[in-house]
């Protein structure tokens, strides 16, 4: 969303050994897309993100990267989470390096060894009783960490993109003009709900590879898309990752699963648009974006085209809730 890969590779491995020493092993640790991991020593994880100055971030970057680490940090505190994020020598915990029409940050966390999870019918109540937790304590905690209305005020994460309608795509995409009028009106439906009720500090990324299994424990990975907003955003992100591994005969199982563990009043319809919201977003913007690149465009098309059962899926369920 708002972080950037950054390709200078030697600068990056100068900088790590000018942070830690020459005498480290450093490795590749997959990561999100805006973000690049190493492994220390076995023993850290060291993050790098790259900030562009036309970034709307740029300005509250810090702060943003702070109460990531304060979240993150107050759950492990109250041993909700084995994830922590740890401090420099000198005491601080973010590094930043200004770069060619940029910022360099650098954090670091605890290595945590074990395996990201598949979503079986033993897990799902698991998920859903941490969330429970994370939900708990972001509503009954008295931190309060500092807004960032360029992200904030999103009606929903992803949302910081220029959504167009693409009248040529009519052509290619079937039921194109449905799809977008879709998203208007899921929009204007989660909009409208957000405004109405308290946000709670959330996650907000809770898909597979964001969950590890480390020391028979179930442990969240990856703070960097927390924000405020409604608990029932952070189940639907949840509901949307839990879609990419299953398939549509086998979600509504595992979905009711989890809200019959999930022991917090919520609102379902609300989850599952959240769902459709994060499906249409990623499709409606890679749609128009990738136009001009024809092998990317071909990708798209067959991703939009396998994962269109799951949209009409959850648009047909929560119609029929209606």
Not at 54 to 80: C, D, G, H, M
């Amino acid at each position: 969303m708002f972080f950037q890969p950054f390709q200078n590779e030697i600068l990056i491995k100068n900088l790590l050994r000018e942070l830690y020493g020459e005498d480290i092993s450093l490795r590749p640790l997959s990561g999100g897309t805006e973000n690049l991991n190493y492994v220390m020593n076995e023993r850290v994880v060291v993050r790098i993100l790259y900030l562009p100055q036309t970034s709307p971030l740029f300005y509250e970057a810090k702060s943003y990267l702070k109460r990531e680490i304060q979240f993150v940090n107050a759950l492990y505190e109250e041993e909700l989470n084995d994830f922590a994020y740890l401090p420099f020598q000198d005491g601080e915990w973010i590094f930043s390096l200004n770069v060619n029409k940029g910022i360099l940050y650098v954090m670091q966390s605890v290595y945590l060894k074990g395996k990201t999870i598949s979503f079986e019918k033993n897990i799902i109540p698991q998920i859903a009783q941490k969330i429970v937790h994370f939900h708990d304590f972001s509503k009954e905690s008295c931190i309060e960490y500092q807004r960032i209305p360029v992200y904030d005020d999103l009606v929903s994460s992803l949302h910081i993109r220029l959504f167009s309608y693409e009248k040529e795509l009519e052509k290619d995409i079937s039921n194109y003009k449905n799809y977008w009028e879709l998203f208007q009106i899921n929009t204007s439906i989660l909009e409208k709900a957000k405004q109405a009720q308290p946000a709670l500090f959330i996650h907000n990324d809770l898909h597979a590879d964001n969950i590890l299994f480390h020391k028979g424990k179930l442990t969240i990975l990856d703070f960097g898309d927390a924000r405020y907003s409604l608990p029932e955003e952070d189940i639907g992100t949840f509901l949307w990752g839990l879609s990419l591994k299953t398939d549509v005969s086998s979600f509504p199982e595992l979905a009711n699963l989890f809200f019959s563990n999930y022991t917090r009043d919520i609102n379902p319809e609300l989850c599952y648009r959240f769902a459709l919201q994060r499906f249409l977003e990623i499709h409606l913007f890679y749609l128009v974006e990738n136009q001009k690149n024809s092998a990317l465009m071909k990708y798209q098309k067959v991703k939009f085209t396998k994962e269109k059962v799951m949209i009409d899926y959850l648009n047909h369920h929560i119609s029929f809730k209606n």
